[in-house]
Antibody, heavy 124, light 107 residues
Framework: QLQLQESGPGLVKPSETLSLTCTVSGVSVSSYSHYWGWIRQPPGRGLEWIGKIQYGGTTFYNPSLKSRVTMSIDTSENEISLKLSSVTAADTAEYYC????????????????WGQGTLVTVSP | DIQMTQSPSSLSASVGDRVTITCRAS??????LVWLQQKPGKAPKSLIYATSNLQSGVPSRFSGSGSGTDFTLTIRSLQPEDFATYYC?????????FGQGTKLEIK
């Protein structure tokens, strides 16, 4: 059964780099059949797409965050990672990882499974 | 960026009711739309993809329709577990964007 589990520090200081890991179980990340994405949700607010990565290293980032975001895949650990640099209080949010699967009808990828999320607070 | 606008922002209904939530895109997105359900303190759950295709395990009382810029999520015969916040999300173009959410509450 597919499970996505986010982990990382719950508290990050302003100007530092936020680093999160998404451990995937039940399916290998070493496949071109899926993309792996990150989405965040500030407390009490809506959802914001951060970006996505595919095995082989293809990435797509939200232009609003692109200068600060780096995603990577660790096939040996079956993990996806997110780094967000120069954080401010505005980056305080619940961070989710999610899988995208391929839809043959529309020939594109869509979100089908989400992790439970991890709350990151940016504070001195 | 494509802006997704949901209506209503909140909705009160009773168990057994039929409800419809609307999502409008600021430009045409063909059928590249997902509907998500989120309960308090929980991760979003994907309900429908490609506008009208149910995710595996999602009850058939959920249905989606639309194309272009206007989309709807319909829940037929509301159950107690359906009270949640619903989001639409477009994946026609980058960056992916979400609606602001529709909170479905018990009347």
């Amino acid at each position: 059964q597919l499970q996505l589990q986010e982990s990382g520090p719950g508290l990050v200081k302003p100007s530092e780099t936020l680093s999160l890991t998404c451990t995937v179980s039940g399916v290998s990340v070493s496949s071109y059949s899926h993309y792996w994405g990150w989405i965040r949700q500030p407390p009490g607010r809506g959802l914001e797409w951060i970006g996505k990565i595919q095995y082989g290293g293809t990435t797509f980032y939200n232009p609003s965050l692109k200068s600060r975001v780096t995603m990577s895949i660790d096939t040996s650990e079956n993990e996806i990672s997110l780094k967000l640099s120069s954080v401010t209080a505005a980056d305080t949010a619940e961070y989710y990882c999610a899988r995208q699967s391929f839809d043959g009808t529309l020939a594109t990828f869509y979100f089908d499974h989400w992790g439970q999320g991890t709350l990151v607070t940016v504070s001195p | 960026d494509i802006q997704m606008t949901q209506s209503p922002s909140s909705l009160s209904a009773s168990v057994g009711d039929r409800v419809t939530i609307t999502c409008r895109a600021s430009q045409a997105i063909s059928h590249y739309l997902v509907w998500l359900q989120q309960k308090p303190g929980k991760a979003p759950k994907s309900l429908i993809y490609a506008t009208s295709n149910l995710q595996s395990g999602v009850p058939s009382r959920f249905s989606g329709s639309g194309s272009g810029t206007d989309f709807t999520l319909t829940i037929r015969s509301l159950q107690p577990e359906d009270f949640a916040t619903y989001y639409c999300q477009q994946y026609n173009s980058y960056p992916y964007t979400f609606g602001q959410g529709t909170k479905l509450e018990i009347k």
